[in-house]
């Protein structure tokens, strides 16, 4: 198996606090994703990474951002956690010339 | 963009039957990949099977095997001898070649297997 780590694996949290989720890796790969997975929209991007401090946008990123300070570390953060941010995150990982993507185990967040 | 559709949200079959799980997306690329994940209960993401867009040849791991119709842009997934094992989420995706290697998914399919 890949070598990711999601921490935490799951958590609670009230509207309107911070949250900051983290994907480790040791297998020294260049991309890293967060995802959300919801009931009827299948897995959709947040945000990617193609490098140290190197980030981009993906199609639901309002109300996220990142950062990625080392190869293997990638942080995902709710500024100010809402309702519609309960959801299940994975994060991701590729090669530059891979194909498959490897995925970590998830986290459940759950926002009241 | 690029879209991936999965039109059918839930399908079942018999233990050691044979059922396809359809998939069809939209890209204006020539050069691409598709894969098929399975996601059982655990929430584990698992690669069941990719495809190049290159290859002409559909691919084949073990009891799973894909229809590619380029052309017509659809990516079936054929499970034969199902196995209990099976049942789970079964989620399309689409990948272009380069691009930050992002993968589009699709709404999935989730497998029931019946004795």
């Known amino acids: 198996d890949a070598g990711i780590t999601q921490s935490p694996r799951h958590k609670v949290t009230e509207t309107g606090t911070p949250v900051t989720l983290r994907c480790h890796q040791t297998?020294?790969?260049?991309?890293m994703y967060w995802y959300r997975q919801d009931p009827g929209h299948g897995l959709r991007l947040i945000h990617y990474?193609?490098?140290?401090?190197?980030?981009d946008k993906g199609e639901v990123s309002d109300g996220y951002s990142v950062s990625r300070s080392k190869t293997e570390d990638f942080l995902l953060t709710l500024e100010s956690a809402t309702s519609s941010q309960t959801s299940v995150y994975f994060c991701?990982?590729?090669?530059?010339?891979?194909?498959?993507?490897?995925f970590g185990q998830g986290t459940r967040l759950t926002v009241v | 963009a690029q879209t991936v559709t999965q039109s059918q949200p839930e399908m079942s079959v018999q233990e050691a039957e044979t059922v396809t799980l359809s998939c069809t997306y939209d890209t204006s690329e020539s050069d691409y990949y598709l894969f098929w994940y399975k996601q059982p209960p655990s929430r584990q993401m698992i690669l069941v099977i990719r495809q190049e867009a290159y290859k002409q040849q559909n691919a084949t791991e073990n009891r799973f095997s894909v229809n590619f119709q380029k052309a017509a842009k659809s990516f079936s997934l054929k499970i034969s001898d199902s196995q209990l094992g099976d049942a789970a989420m079964y989620f399309c995706a689409y990948r272009k070649t380069g691009g930050g290697n992002k993968l589009t998914f699709g709404t999935g399919t989730q497998l029931k297997v019946e004795l």
């Open positions: 991701a990982i590729s090669e530059s010339r891979g194909t498959e993507a490897f």
């Open positions: 990474s193609y490098g140290v401090k190197d980030t």
């Open positions: 297998e020294n790969h260049r991309y």
